[in-house]
């Protein structure tokens, strides 16, 4: 039975983290900046205004200390795991062959021929990449000191789940490539993850 590693779990969470913490402290800035307009204005009263700006500017600069303080946290427990179990460059190396896979899974989609109305077969060709392409962006690699696991994410959808198949000769073969420390058996299915197993040669 496979089950996905603590770095598996938290890996896309701490990336939605930085994400929404840089969004917080652009909007911190466009109402920053919104408040020095305000205070431009001498027509009218805008006190109350800049004040409410002032707080909700104060709120986002909170939230963002917040969000980055937690994604600091997640990753600092998977550093502390890999320190007492494992080796902490293993996590980088998962870091870095995450993102290798996933830009390796990626369809190119030709989005010239979705402009044309009347090509409906094309364009629902490149709907249904952008599907495959989004599901298994979500795919993750954990590479430890006597194993490796590469779990992807399976499309619920027919077309896009006959790519994952037609293609997974060659993810395992890259998947070999990419880590020649390791034996890979064939993949198994568990639940919605097709999974590669490496073990250290």
Do not use: C
């Not at 911190?28 to 009218?44: R, V």
């Amino acid at each position: 039975m496979m089950r996905k590693t603590y770095f598996m779990r938290v890996y896309d969470i701490i990336i939605y983290l930085f994400l929404f913490a840089i969004l917080t402290v652009m909007f911190s800035k466009l109402f920053d900046l919104l408040n020095i307009a305000i205070s431009q204005i001498d027509i009218i009263d805008m006190r109350n205004v800049a004040h409410y700006i002032t707080v909700i500017s104060n709120g986002l600069y909170q939230l963002t200390f917040y969000l980055l303080g937690l994604a600091f946290i997640l990753m600092v427990i998977d550093l502390i795991i890999r320190l007492l179990k494992d080796q902490i460059t293993n996590h980088i190396k998962s870091v870095y062959h995450t993102m290798v896979l996933r830009h390796y899974l990626k369809q190119d989609i030709d989005t010239t021929s979705s402009k044309d109305w009347q090509q409906t077969g094309e364009t629902k060709t490149n709907a249904v990449e952008r599907y495959f392409n989004k599901v298994v962006g979500k795919s993750i690699v954990d590479v430890r000191q006597n194993e490796v696991r590469v779990a992807i994410k399976i499309p619920r959808k027919q077309q896009a789940h006959e790519i994952l198949k037609t293609i997974e000769p060659q993810i395992h073969e890259e998947i070999t490539h990419m880590h020649p420390n390791y034996y890979f058996s064939a993949s198994q299915r568990h639940h919605r993850y097709l999974w590669f197993t490496g073990h250290k040669r």
